[in-house]
């Protein structure tokens, strides 16, 4: 009996321990015993496990998919780019009441009429070349000689010379060398054989089916390439709103009217960047055409679409082009001038379209990193090859809009694109842990070309210091970093006294950028200014005295720094401050505090939670030792108690904020008094909540 009773135990806790878990089951939890509350540490970040393994296994099986199955996947890319391209056109010949498969048709018929022609015109441009090569080398023949017959061809030999004379230096002993012997009579030289008999191999004459095959074989891949890329182009056009929606349902299915504003928007910015980068190639290959033409190097219209063509290479695309008309226009001339000519053709159109008409046309950059453009570049080609290499910058800007618009897809505008991998507010955080003022410095005198003073310490200084409170409260910051970061904040305080609390004019807007964000997302710009401030010459007298309005530090370890914020503006406005941290007002001390010409007292918050009993409390003995109003910044805006009226009434205060600018602009309302203070009215729901909490009612 003591057996089964045993083993029915052991089945029950076996079964506990299943449906429980170990951590259910006290007296079976394994591992050593957990520490006490006041003992606990942060446990260390997670180790990648199932979930990054399977992000780098789907990384790879892209990867390799891309690569093998390129001959599939490359003229789709194609044909999606050159859906961006011909969209425009098509939406003009449907506002023409053309209709939808009219217009794709016309379309695509005179993109296939521009593609072909061009193809022709290269053909017989090609094939008018080399029969004419052989006539350029003569004159190549005579160059080279002369090259070698200068300076140009006796250099090898100095250098040669120059080394002999070096290891022959190098390898002389110091001591005096012994007497040379006498030369051995040298031996006869062996008889040469006699060469080999000539040996010629005549090839068949070819017949005409292997000439058409070496001649069509070549050509067949790449026009069964273009002919799938416009089959596939016409679905693309035909079908645009369907693949859209599916695109929609497919990453943002739960905002529909954000995500379709972010598609439309992001194919329109696509489709004018590729118009306007294959216009302004086309013109660059124009120029270059002509400008060959004039000089008088041969095939110009080949040279002229070779330049269009390798405009699309970041960088480094124009010189490449240039490279055979310069050695063609040098194969040409018996003299350099011809070459030199060339080369300067180049030299200035490349810098002139790239440096003054690009950034007049595009306005802004296109959103991607030079970084990533090179980066980019390399992947494609290794991927694809040449055509790769082409249609890289178009591939990868189509990637960062996506990136940009698409929530799941952001960590390639994180990788690719060339906005700030960290925000203002993260910067200043960041420059505050390194005890780094010069470079917070620095960042904020440039934000505040853009912005005014209470704008910058709203958006940015307010934020970092929310970002260090939070870090504070979970017990990440060590006692030396959070000194740094208060001597930092306090340094940037300091040295932005001089700057006047004004708006900065307004510069003139240019487009945005391609990868430019959708319209409903935040971009860190000037926030709109919902009250304006009062003029300053309305402010009393008594409101202008040092100490007139008391700023309260909470008793966060970072409060103290935002009321300094608050100071400096109200400074600025013609009101006359007093900082005091959180300890002078407590119970043993504030009755040694001086409250003489307090016309109101501004308490701050940077970080604070459910009903703080404490700022009950505090608010009770302010109002005991000054009968002044009390503004209360909880610069959290989506903190519980700016959002219950009952929990605001509990407080006691008169005024809530959760920004600087709202608080100045409370603060010159009540000193002008446009504004009067409220008085406390004990309403229903103040009654309720003071009911609910046995707390007495406010006097």
């Known amino acids: 009996m003591l057996k089964d009773r045993l083993a029915v135990e052991d089945v029950v806790c076996r079964s506990a321990r299943v449906s429980r878990g170990p951590a259910e089951i006290p007296h079976m939890r394994p591992g050593p015993p957990t520490l006490p509350p006041s003992e606990t540490e942060i446990e260390p970040p997670a180790v990648p496990g199932l979930s990054g393994l399977m ?83 003569t004159t190549i023949e005579t160059k080279v000689g002369s090259l070698r017959e200068g300076t140009l061809g006796k250099l090898p030999s100095l250098l040669k010379d120059f080394g002999r004379r070096f290891d022959r230096a190098v390898a002389e002993p110091p001591q005096e060398q012994a007497p040379a012997r006498p030369a051995a009579s040298a031996p006869a030289a062996p008889a040469e054989p006699s060469g080999p008999l000539p040996v010629e191999v005549h090839e068949p004459e070819p017949t005409p089916f292997q000439m058409a095959r070496d001649v069509l074989l070549p050509v067949l891949g790449p026009l069964a390439t273009m002919g799938i890329v416009f089959v596939v182009l016409v679905f693309i056009l035909m079908q645009r709103e369907d ?39 086309a013109s660059f290959g124009v120029v270059a055409g002509i400008g060959l033409w004039i000089i008088g190097v041969p095939s110009p219209v080949l040279w002229g679409v070779f330049a269009a063509l390798m405009r699309f290479v970041p960088y480094i695309g124009s010189f490449l082009a240039a490279l055979p008309p310069i050695l063609l226009a040098a194969a040409v001339d018996p003299g350099w001038s011809m070459a030199l000519m060339a080369m300067a053709l180049f030299l200035i159109g490349e810098p002139l379209m790239g440096h003054v008409i690009e950034p007049i046309v595009y306005g802004q950059s296109t959103g991607l990193s030079p970084f990533s453009v090179v980066i980019s570049a390399i992947f494609w080609t290794w991927l694809w090859g040449p055509v790769g290499l082409l249609i890289a910058t178009p591939l990868t800007l189509c990637l960062v809009v996506l990136g940009r618009h698409v929530e799941r897809l952001e960590f390639l505008d994180v990788l690719l694109g060339d906005r700030p991998a960290l925000t203002p507010a993260e910067n200043l955080y960041q420059r505050m842990l390194a005890g780094d003022p010069d470079e917070a410095l620095d960042s904020a005198e440039l934000l505040l070309k853009e912005r005014s003073l209470t704008s910058y310490y709203d958006e940015v200084a307010l934020k970092g210091l929310q970002l260090a409170a939070n870090d504070a409260t979970r017990g990440v910051l060590t006692q030396r970093q959070l000194d740094q970061v208060k001597d930092v904040i306090r340094a940037l305080v300091q040295d932005l006294s001089p700057h006047s609390d004004v708006e900065p004019e307004p510069h003139e807007t240019k487009d945005e950028p391609v990868a430019s964000p959708a319209s409903t997302q935040p971009d860190n710009k000037e926030p709109a200014v919902a009250q304006p401030m009062p003029p300053d010459s309305n402010v009393p007298e008594a409101w202008r005295a040092d100490g007139a309005i008391l700023c309260v530090a909470g008793r966060g370890p970072l409060d103290e720094a935002a009321s300094e914020m608050l100071a400096q503006l109200l400074n600025k406005h013609g009101l006359g401050t007093r900082v005091i ?10 009755f040694n505090l001086d409250m003489t010409g307090v016309q109101m007292v501004c308490i701050s918050y940077l970080e604070i939670s459910g009903t703080p009993a404490h700022l009950r409390y505090l608010l009770r003995r302010l109002k005991q030792k000054a009968k002044a109003p009390a503004l209360v910044g909880l610069w959290p805006a989506e903190d519980a108690v700016l959002k219950s009226e009952a929990m605001r009434a509990t407080l006691g205060a008169d005024y809530y904020v959760s920004s600087l600018r709202d608080a100045v602009v409370q603060c010159l309302k009540t000193a002008t008094g446009e504004e009067k203070v409220p008085e406390p009215a004990n309403t229903p729901a103040v009654e309720e909540a003071m009911a609910a909490k046995r707390l007495p009612l406010p006097a």
Request: glycine content about 6%; charged content about 15%.
């Open 243 to 281: 693949l859209r929606d599916r695109m929609i349902r497919l990453f943002g299915a739960s905002d529909l009217h954000r995500t379709t504003v972010a598609m439309d928007d992001a194919a329109r910015r696509l489709s004018r960047y590729f118009l306007t980068q294959l216009a302004l190639n």
């Open 581 to 590: 941290p959180h300890s002078a007002v407590s119970r043993r001390e504030i």
């Open 55 to 137: 992000t780098l296994a789907v990384g790879v099986v892209v990867l390799a998919g891309l690569y093998v199955g390129r001959e599939v996947f490359l003229p789709v890319v194609m044909a999606i780019l050159l859906a961006f391209v011909l969209a425009p056109f098509v939406e003009v010949l449907r506002r023409w009441r053309l209709g939808r498969v009219p217009s794709v048709i016309v379309a695509v018929l005179v993109a296939v009429g521009i593609i072909v022609s061009l193809g022709a015109v290269i053909g017989f441009q090609l094939a008018g070349l080399a029969s004419d090569l052989p006539r350029y080398q």
